[in-house]
């Protein structure tokens, strides 16, 4: 570690935070908080100041160029809150359905502006007209370079107090793993071909991952334009909730996972969309999807005391990698249901291969080249809803017709289920 002007302590930034935010990439983190009430923003300042950015120095820092000019570090600054707290104002009085279309223009105009450097990677949104969704919206906008959605949702929740007993921390239930009865021969018999097989699938995986993520391109299809710079364009911002109790039953009745069900619907409506925009060739054309996979070894909420703490199980950063799964084609697979079971095979040989580890290793070789997404995808469940967010690029992908392509695929799913 060195001091930088004024005392202040510099740190290295890691290989994914440098990735997250070079030349070829900026990447950030959009969290939205629904409210019951009207927001209330007396007292945001000074939470912000007293609550928000003691919890990490990140939060305070910018990145800076390191000594050597090619590894950059972290500078703690003085914050001018008040820089970063918006409050859009639109027009009062209006109804829900046209200030859901202004939240939606309004997430996605943020979403396609770049931080500047010059102060601390994040932002609060405070948008405060009520929707069909909520009274209010609370917006945090976060590089992906202070930390990822495990870490930043760790951050926010270490903001939130006990509601029956503040002086508390805030806690939820565990989570507990069936109990593993197999002797250890048993075990040992299992375990072996297991390793075996992880490294041989491993060394194919990871070899893969460097030709997808360097030389080999995909199609040019309806959901990816392939033009130079498109990480930078505008992006079209979108929403649609669909139900986990339907969900689990689909679930059950395939003997699959939720994470399954989920990702087959969307392999399948990605699909459906492709065909109504393309049809001749979007069956059997090449497209890959980059899912993201926590590589903790903690499961459930920890606390940012915790993660400093037990830096071995739930350090603070980026601990996830890609894992590059090719979307089953509708050419090869007829049947909605075959969407989840490929789902579900294909990602789970990824999960058990080595090939996340050695990926884990090529940040420093991965922030020299582009990517190239014109759709992300992410999904959140709570109280009951699945909500799947859908950022596309605009003025490419018709989000509208993507979105009924996804709640079509999902129906289908569960009426084949059923």
């Not at 912000?48 to 950059?72: A, T």
Request: hydrophobic fraction near 40%.
């Amino acid at each position: 570690m060195e001091f930088g002007e004024e005392g202040l302590l510099l740190e290295p930034v890691s290989p994914g935070g440098q990735f997250f935010n070079s030349t070829v990439l900026s990447l950030a983190i959009i969290s939205v908080l629904e409210t019951q009430v009207p927001i209330n923003d007396s007292q945001t300042f000074s939470l912000l100041k007293n609550v928000f950015l003691p919890i990490n120095p990140r939060f305070s820092s910018i990145m800076v160029e390191g000594v050597d000019e090619k590894n950059k570090q972290w500078k703690r600054v003085q914050v001018k809150v008040e820089d970063h707290v918006h409050v859009p104002i639109f027009t009062s009085g209006m109804s829900l359905e046209s200030y859901d279309t202004y939240f939606d223009e309004y997430i996605t105009k943020i979403a396609s502006e770049t931080f500047p450097q010059s102060r601390p990677l994040w932002e609060l949104h405070l948008f405060k007209y009520p929707t069909s969704h909520a009274a209010g919206h609370i917006i945090f906008k976060i590089h992906h370079a202070l930390g990822d959605g495990y870490s930043l949702m760790g951050a926010l929740l270490s903001c939130l107090q006990n509601a029956h007993n503040p002086s508390l921390p805030l806690t939820f239930p565990s989570l507990k793993g069936a109990k593993n009865e197999t002797s250890s021969r048993s075990r040992v018999f299992e375990f072996v071909p297991k390793i075996l097989s992880a490294v041989i699938n491993g060394a194919w995986d990871f070899s893969w991952s460097i030709l997808k993520g360097t030389w080999v391109e995909d199609d040019r299809t309806p959901i990816r334009s392939g033009v130079d710079g498109v990480e930078f364009r505008p992006v079209s911002m979108s929403t649609l909730m669909l139900s986990i109790e339907e969900i689990k039953l689909i679930k059950n009745k395939l003997g699959v996972t939720i994470n399954d069900v989920i990702a087959g619907t969307i392999f399948l409506g990605t699909r459906m969309y492709m065909q109504r925009m393309n049809s001749e060739k979007s069956s059997s054309q090449n497209c890959t999807a980059l899912v993201l996979l926590n590589t903790r070894l903690a499961a459930g909420y920890k606390s940012v005391q915790e993660m400093l703490m037990e830096p071995s199980k739930s350090s603070w950063g980026n601990q996830f990698v890609f894992l590059h799964v090719p979307v089953p084609k509708s050419s090869e697979v007829s049947n909605p249901l075959d969407f989840v079971w490929e789902a579900q095979k294909i990602v789970k040989r990824h999960r058990s291969s080595s090939a996340w580890y050695l990926t884990i290793r090529l940040w420093d070789i991965l922030k020299k080249f582009r990517g190239a997404e014109s759709l992300t995808i992410t999904a959140m469940s709570y109280m009951g809803k699945l909500r799947i967010a859908m950022g596309a690029e605009k003025g490419f992908i018709d989000s509208n017709k993507l979105q009924a392509c996804m709640k079509d695929a999902f129906r289908v799913i569960s009426e084949a289920a059923n």
